[in-house]
């Protein structure tokens, strides 16, 4: 079996998602890797960003754009403070947490690209049971990374239910 030295844990940040995160923590603790935490702000889609284009002023796209790089910067600080109150169960999450990214884009590609770039040897991510129908006529970000990955994918099973561990959002 490969060594695993570097777990992406890949969040959407909803609610109970960090539930995932204490998987992540373990796995690192067990084979003493790096977490590299990425959350990915879906990109929106080219005719709308050529509809943003069309009908707002440079002043208004420039807000637009400001607030988006607000937006990660306030992702990445709670991701931080939410690694802050793990550690206070497990010490060791602030040192094996290598890197904190937030970017925009498609999820899948995003999250197969970072893998990829930080030559990680798992991803473990969460996910949201959605009943049959949903997934045979949507499919899930979970679902598309496996079938694309090159590498272990670990999905844990989102709680419906308030869990111990959340993200303070």
């Known amino acids: ?3 695993i030295e570097k777990i992406l844990y890949a969040t959407d940040l909803s609610k109970n998602s960090a539930f995932a995160f204490q998987y992540a923590t373990d796995l690192a603790e067990k084979y003493n890797a790096l977490i590299y935490i990425l959350n990915v702000i879906e990109e929106l889609p080219e005719s709308a960003k050529s509809a943003l284009e069309h009908y707002l002023s440079d002043e208004q796209l420039d807000k637009y754009h400001n607030r988006n790089e607000e ?3 306030v992702i990445k600080t709670r991701l931080g403070t939410f ?3 793990v550690k206070k169960e497990d010490p060791q999450c602030t040192f ?6 937030v970017i925009e884009g498609h999820p899948v590609n995003e999250i197969l690209k970072h893998s990829e770039k930080e030559n ?3 991803i473990i991510m969460g996910t949201h049971g ?3 129908i949903s997934h045979a006529i949507l499919g899930s970000v979970a679902e598309k990374v496996i079938r694309k990955a090159r590498i272990p994918v670990v999905v844990i099973p989102i709680p419906d239910d308030e869990s111990e561990i959340a993200y303070e959002i």
Do not use: F, T, W
């Open 1 to 3: 079996m490969p060594e």
């Open 71 to 73: 937006l990660k910067k």
């Open 83 to 85: 690694c802050e109150n």
């Open 96 to 101: 094996r947490v290598a890197s904190i990214e």
């Open 120 to 122: 990680c040897h798992m």
């Open 130 to 132: 959605q009943g049959i």
